[in-house]
């Protein structure tokens, strides 16, 4: 298993937005240090939360600082934006980062920037499938690219700059449907799972759970030919996570933070997708309830060793699991979460060849063998 974060990134109005910015450049830089694969920033216009309209600015300010890690658009929101200027810019900012720029995509799914930008709701998915085909075509067609769809129409467009990748490596997030996992699948790209799509469909109606993101990935990939071995590790599950000395610690230490970014969700309507069935209200997701059901990975190293553990074999394996990088305690402490994380719970998830050797010199240490 790999290991990444995925930020929102999400900072209240209320703070300092400028310092916010410099705090998640940091953030990424700390995050190579700790050894982690991959940083996802994400893209929105409007709520006042989530305060990133370009992704790709903020990626290629990353890059300067950075040399390993790897860095993606979580996501390009597609609906918005003309195909062909979004693949010149994804192509141009794969030179700047030498490579190392993730093209993840998306629909749009924040319902307030949809009012922005007048889209109706029933066209995100197939505005976002056109954009997709236009983008790929043009990054990896050596011809100029001739398209007429029903939002788009080009003829002898080509990008004057291509991509530094042989091959662009592509990924898509699903929120309320498992087609963007089938599409995943079929076309050998990356997918991206929300935090808090539950594990599996115990009484979750509104919304695909992991279960079957993992069925329409697999299945996807087997019906095109290909390994849904190869599928399942192109997989990115993301996750509430926290560490601290202790469960209750580790929950009362991010209390307030949870209850301003929850106020928020919940106030876009994201609450309808996170319910068991349609006798819930919004009151009763509570902290402790979506702690236990969707479920977090939250407390002790041990208690998320055996949390990431019980999520694995849930979902019956993923590739890569990504951290929601969250703003709700001081940075010092987040800064611990993350190398509590990276010091006890990443090993754990390493080869278990690397893991036995690991364990036959901590028992030499200990005097038990």
Known sequence: MQFGLFAMPEHPPIENWTLSYDRDIDDIVLAEKLGFSEYWIGEHHTGGFENVPVPEFMIAKASAVTSRIRL??????????????VAERLAFLDHLTHGRLEYGFGGGGL????ALFGLERAEAAPRTSEALEIIEQLLTSDDPVNYEGVYWKYENRQLQVGPYQEVPPFAVAGLTGTHNYARCGSKGWK????????????????????QAHAAALVGAAESAGLDPAVARRNWRVSREVYVSDSRNQAMNEIREGVKRSYEYLLGLGLGALMKK?????????????MVEEI?????????CIRQLRELEEGTG??????????DWVTTDRWNRSLELFARYVMPQFTPRENMARRNRLADVALGRG
């Open 295 to 303: 479920p977090w990975i939250i407390g002790s190293p041990e208690d």
């Open 72 to 85: 993606g658009t979580g996501v390009v929101n597609l609906p918005y934006q003309d195909p062909f200027q």
């Open 317 to 326: 394996g993923f590739g890569t699991f990504l951290i929601n990088a969250r």
């Open 191 to 210: 997918a991206l799972s929300v935090y808090f799509a539950p594990t599996d469909n115990r009484g979750y109606e509104n919304a695909p759970d992991l």
């Open 277 to 289: 069935g349609d006798g819930m209200d919004d009151a009763d997701l509570t902290f402790e309830w």
């Open 111 to 114: 319902p307030t920037d949809q």
